[in-house]
């Protein structure tokens, strides 16, 4: 596979459950981001990390916990979300954080 | 404080016709890049192109071209030709050097008619 993949592509998922978002990147880069985009907002940056180190949280609720094993993974655990967290959640990666970011496919994700 | 502005909401333009997409974006940095994204309906934000505020020469990618007025703060995206599978949403995005921010504009749907 090549580029950044996500998995899954669609999820629904309840308010008391625990779920996992995946992405994976095939691009050799070290700077691996979450972004989430709700309907009618712009993009909003939710995690960055640099080299499998987190550099920057976007004032991000702890429902939400990335982790990054590698500079080719990256994770967002999803835990007791709310319905207005209903959105596309966009993986992407860069060569480093002066590059432009590469985007997954997305997951978009339906809280009950 | 930075910032990204795309001031149309929504175009409609006939097929083989040229589109102009409007970006402005306001920084005090001198070291910055400005990119183009086209999102379809499936959701995945495709890169289109790049243009770095020391090149010297708009960027161009095959119908894509970038019409980069610095001192105007502008980075227009141009669509020659455009197709029916350009109708999408655009985002122009900035990055400052050192900075690990990326600021996206809040888009322009784009729809091309036949």
């Known amino acids: 596979e090549t580029g950044v993949t996500q998995t899954p592509r669609h999820l629904v998922m309840g308010m008391t459950n625990k779920k996992s978002l995946k992405c994976e990147q095939h691009?050799?880069?070290?700077?691996m981001y979450w972004y989430k985009q709700s309907a009618k907002k712009p993009l909003e940056l939710m995690f960055v990390?640099?080299?499998?180190?987190?550099?920057e949280n976007n004032s991000v609720p702890s429902r939400f916990s990335p982790e990054c094993p590698n500079s080719s993974h990256l994770f967002l655990h999803l835990h007791t979300l709310q319905p207005e967290d209903s959105a596309l959640y966009l993986c992407a990666s860069s060569l480093n954080l002066a590059g432009g970011p590469y985007f997954g496919p997305g997951t978009r994700l339906t809280v009950l | 404080a930075q910032k990204i502005t795309q001031t149309q909401p929504g175009m409609f333009v006939q097929e083989k016709e040229a589109v102009t997409l409007d970006c402005t974006y306001d920084?005090?940095?001198?070291?910055?890049?400005l990119f183009w994204y086209k999102q379809p309906s499936s959701g995945e934000m495709i890169f289109l192109i790049y243009?770095?505020?020391?090149?010297?020469q708009n960027a161009t990618e095959g119908r894509y071209s970038l019409n980069f007025q610095k001192a105007r703060k502008s980075a227009n995206l141009v669509i020659s030709a455009s197709q029916l599978g350009d109708s999408a949403m655009y985002f122009c995005a900035m990055r400052v050097l050192g900075d690990d921010k990326i600021i996206f504009g809040k888009g322009t749907r784009l729809h091309i008619l036949p």
């Open positions: 990390y640099s080299l499998e180190e987190r550099v």
């Open positions: 920084t005090s940095d001198p070291s910055y890049g």
């Open positions: 243009q770095g505020s020391y090149d010297q």
């Open positions: 691009l050799g880069h070290n700077a």
